[in-house]
């Protein structure tokens, strides 16, 4: 009985090993790349993009999205998945103006904006959308702008909600209880407004060199 559980569980218990020891030597890849799963600082404010079990009490009610000071809350991490309806491969650096989705690891629900006012500065209001399966809609798909060839690791970019134009931005607002001390999350309409620069910080980095030609199914359960 013993014998016939642990010859199971081996196969898997050494797939995840593999993984683990690629996603190290990813680590050292320049590039963002579709599965990459990552935290985003806000450049000017030192916070980091956040989301949690905690609705709006205004605007649409749904989950919010705030950006945090702390690096090392696991609420804080963010996984590169294609727009809706779209496909990128595994590993593959990000291009400047692609259409992207950002999904809150620990909820499954997507970075997602709407014509909702916020609820501190009255800017649009950017909240945590989708389903059990991290299956949103169109205000869910958001594209990475940026001036040079790819989505660097080094380089700020700013991230363009599709639907309504506007950018993703802190507001320089800090919420009260019961989550008191965290940023605002807004959606702003100039590119050029304060607070729209996203530098991408702590993840694991999939790296194209790194894939094995099975392990599209072993990252996908991260
Ligand atoms: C965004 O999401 C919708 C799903 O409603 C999809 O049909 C659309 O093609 C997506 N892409 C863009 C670029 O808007």
């Not at 000071?69 to 294609?82: E, G, K, Q, T």
């Not at 800017?123 to 660097?152: F, H, I, K, L």
């Not at 008191?180 to 607070?195: C, K, L, R």
């Amino acid at each position: 009985m013993v014998f016939v559980k642990l010859f199971h569980v081996f196969p898997i218990v050494f797939l995840f090993i593999i993984c683990i020891s690629k996603i190290s030597k990813a680590s050292r890849a320049e590039f963002v790349t579709c599965g990459t799963m990552l935290k985003i600082m806000n450049t000017d404010l030192r916070l980091r993009l956040h989301s949690h079990d905690v609705k709006y009490g205004s605007g649409s009610g749904q989950q919010s999205i705030t950006a945090v000071d702390v690096s090392d809350d696991h609420n804080s991490h963010w996984l590169v998945r294609p727009a809706m309806g779209e496909t990128c491969k595994r590993g593959s650096p990000i291009k400047c103006n692609t259409n992207i989705r950002l999904q809150h690891v620990a909820t499954k629900k997507n970075l997602h904006s709407h014509y909702f006012s916020s609820p501190l500065s009255g800017n649009q209001e950017v909240s945590a959308y989708g389903d059990d399966g991290g299956e949103g809609d169109s205000g869910d798909n958001w594209t990475v702008v940026c001036n040079n060839d790819y989505w660097r690791r080094d380089t700020p970019v700013k991230l363009k909600h599709i639907d309504t134009a506007a950018y993703l931005a802190g507001s320089g607002r800090t919420f009260g209880r019961p989550i008191s001390g965290q940023g605002e999350i807004v959606g702003v309409t100039s590119q050029y407004g304060a607070y729209t620069d996203w530098q991408a910080m702590e993840g694991l980095f999939v790296h194209p060199s790194d894939l094995l030609p099975h392990q599209a199914a072993i990252h996908t359960e991260l």
